[in-house]
């Protein structure tokens, strides 16, 4: 056990945020601040951490908690509507394409200018920060810098380098580290996940919440993991190389489907029930209802794309992880394998190949990871990779 998970996991609406006590202490704080009158409120804040580390949860943890009269009870409902970002005044952004546009911008920052309808701030959280364009930024940089009285403006980014220094020098910043495993399983464990089962996932994800929770309760996920680190077996022949590759590029989509089907059908029948769609057949619709129907379509098919390429991501990430875990035994480092489970595959490719031509294969991983994120075609991207792992 490390030191760090010997502290107390927070409470109401911070509990979901793993391994973060100092992140909560600053957001807690924050919202006793506020609740004794708002003087000196920021109205400006950047999140930042790694894919998995919890930017979003802790956003909404703190608009919940600003919202909620008991400072995030965690039960209220303004608790529970600023957790699901259903509050009326709590409004969750992400990007329709591939960035914010300057007129969905400027549209952004006059609804963040209203007052609020129920709650004490009017706040939006905007996902993926570091994709506005720069007319858009300076839309968006007008309302920071000079905010309305009620608005906050929580961003989250992958990191604080991800956004202009215009912007972030506005913004108070909060970085979220990567979690350490056993916070992972005891947070698992407390939902009700068995100990070494929690902890068997905690570490296979090395530490990205969301993925240890599927993994622990969702048997296709850990067949997914189990498939994709298969593929150093599958790269012997040139043949196999390209069969490989395109398992991998086909389980991170099976992976994606499964990701958002849940989410889709949830907010698609939400609208529906909005838009007055529980009669069904015979009832009219109210004037407007198809435009937004498809204008979530649009949303959900760009969120799929986006879901595909992190899924991709994670199996490259997990393929790494397991030819760091062959180096280990090659170097007889004193540190634990991510992969314990599969000691026996690992322990067959270390004694078949050299240190060197694993470092060479993990550095073709890491090619693959930034080809898919500059837009190269993921199965083109992975293909490449498969015959890099084959040679030496
Ligand atoms: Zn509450």
Redesign the pocket.
């Known amino acids: 056990m490390s030191p760090a998970s010997a502290t107390a996991r927070p409470a109401?609406?911070f509990a979901g945020l793993v391994g973060q006590r100092l992140v909560v202490d600053v957001l807690q704080d924050a919202v006793q601040k506020a609740a004794t009158g708002g003087t000196g409120m920021t109205h400006a804040w950047l999140f930042t951490g790694p894919p998995g580390s919890g930017r979003s949860v802790a956003a909404r943890a703190f608009a919940?908690a600003l919202q909620?009269?008991?400072g995030?009870?965690?039960?209220?409902h303004?608790?529970h509507t600023g957790l699901t970002g259903a509050h009326a005044d709590v409004e969750v952004v992400s990007p329709t394409g591939l960035s914010y546009g300057v007129k969905e911008t400027r549209d952004l920052v006059n609804r963040a200018a209203m007052a609020p309808a129920r709650g004490r701030w009017q706040i939006t959280i905007v996902e993926d920060a570091d994709r506005f364009t720069e007319q858009a930024l300076n839309a968006l940089l007008k309302s920071i810098e000079e905010p309305p009285p009620r608005a906050v403006w929580l961003l989250c980014a992958p990191s604080v380098e991800d956004l202009l220094p215009t912007i972030r020098s506005r913004c108070r910043m909060l970085t979220l580290r990567i979690p350490p495993y056993d916070d992972v399983a005891t947070h698992l464990e407390a939902e009700g996940v068995d100990r070494s089962v929690a902890a068997f996932a905690a570490r296979a994800a090395q530490g990205h919440v969301g993925r240890a929770r599927r993994l622990a309760q969702d048997e296709q996920a850990q067949r997914r993991r189990r498939d994709v680190l298969e593929l150093p077996l599958q790269v012997a022949t040139v043949g196999g190389c390209f069969t490989a590759a395109a398992n991998l590029v086909d389980a991170a989509k099976e992976e994606a489907a499964a990701t958002v089907e849940t989410m889709n059908a949830a907010e698609t029948s939400a609208l529906k029930d909005a838009l007055g769609d529980v009669g069904g057949r015979g009832r009219a619709r109210p004037r407007g209802a198809s435009a937004a129907l498809s204008d979530l379509e649009r949303r959900q098919r760009s969120r799929a794309t986006r879901t595909q390429r992190d899924a991709l991501d994670r199996a490259l990430v997990d393929l790494a992880a397991f030819y760091r875990d062959v180096l280990v035994l090659q170097l007889g480092a004193p540190v634990d394998l991510v992969n314990a489970d599969l000691q026996t595959a690992l322990q067959r490719l270390a004694e078949s190949s050299s240190a060197e031509s694993t470092l060479r294969r993990i550095e073709a991983v890491l090619a693959c990871r930034e080809a898919v994120d500059a837009n190269v075609a993921p199965l083109l991207a992975v293909e490449a990779m498969a015959l890099g792992l084959r040679q030496g």
């Open positions: 109401g609406v919940a909620c009269p008991d995030g009870c965690g039960h209220c303004e608790c």
